[in-house]
T-cell receptor, first 110, second 115 residues
Framework: EDQVTQSPEALRLQEGESSSLNCSYT??????LFWYRQDPGKGPEFLFT???AGEEKEKERLKATLTKKESFLHITAPKPEDSATYLC???????????FGTGTQLKVEL | DTEVTQTPKHLVMGMTNKKSLKCEQH?????MYWYKQKAKKPPELMFV???????INESVPSRFSPECPNSSLLNLHLHALQPEDSALYLC??????????????FGPGTRLLVL
């Protein structure tokens, strides 16, 4: 059974204070690891898909990396508008079913 | 365009009502999904349609009935719901749901309250 653990559960940063979110996973055969951003009461917004260890992807202040056991979402010089819950999900085994972590709630303060 | 639309945005219904949630995508995707999300929890998969056929039913109670009229539309028919069914209902789509590793694009959700 696929498992995803995200840490920390909550993170409070000052504007401009860079940090990283962690997603540890266990899958029988990784087909894809996904990062989403979710604002309260809204649907998850797609950020990145990673497929193999060593892969990295960037978008504005965000950078996602992948190893064989975990993924990191690095946030460089965050702004208050980056405040959201960040969800990590994996697809392993057959089909296209996603297993989600419980998310990291990020708050960036001025 | 990676847009998935859902209607209505909000829905309040009694336990004896029948209502439907609607989802639409125009990305040419052949797989569509229904998820349920409770407050401060991750989305939970309910149903998957691939090429308009139900491919996954995660043992969802029969008071939830999905329907895929064509490759762009997905409905969720609701009947005799319980208050604990109150949640955010999310629709998503992906390429075809067959090979794995596909990115799923989510809609904004329907906030459902059952009284």
């Amino acid at each position: 059974e696929d498992q995803v653990t995200q840490s920390p559960e909550a993170l409070r940063l000052q504007e401009g204070e860079s940090s990283s979110l962690n997603c540890s996973y266990t899958v029988s055969g990784l087909r894809g690891l996904f990062w989403y951003r979710q604002d309260p009461g809204k649907g998850p917004e797609f950020l990145f898909t990673l497929y193999s260890a060593g892969e990295e992807k960037e978008k504005e202040r965000l950078k996602a990396t992948l190893t064989k056991k975990e993924s990191f979402l690095h946030i460089t010089a965050p702004k208050p508008e980056d405040s959201a819950t960040y969800l990590c999900a994996v697809n392993g085994g057959g089909g296209n079913k996603l297993t989600f972590g419980t998310g990291t709630q990020l708050k960036v303060e001025l | 365009d990676t847009e998935v639309t859902q209607t209505p945005k909000h829905l309040v219904m009694g336990m004896t009502n029948k209502k439907s949630l609607k989802c639409e995508q125009h990305m040419g995707h052949r797989a569509m999904y229904w998820y349920k999300q409770k407050a401060k929890k991750p989305p939970e998969l309910m149903f998957v349609y691939s090429y308009e056929k139900l491919s996954i039913n995660e043992s969802v109670p029969s008071r939830f009935s999905p329907e895929c009229p064509n490759s762009s539309l997905l409905n969720l028919h609701l009947h005799a719901l319980q208050p604990e069914d109150s949640a955010l209902y999310l629709c998503a789509s992906s390429q075809d749901g067959v090979g794995g590793g596909e990115t799923q694009y989510f809609g904004p959700g329907t906030r459902l309250l059952v009284l």
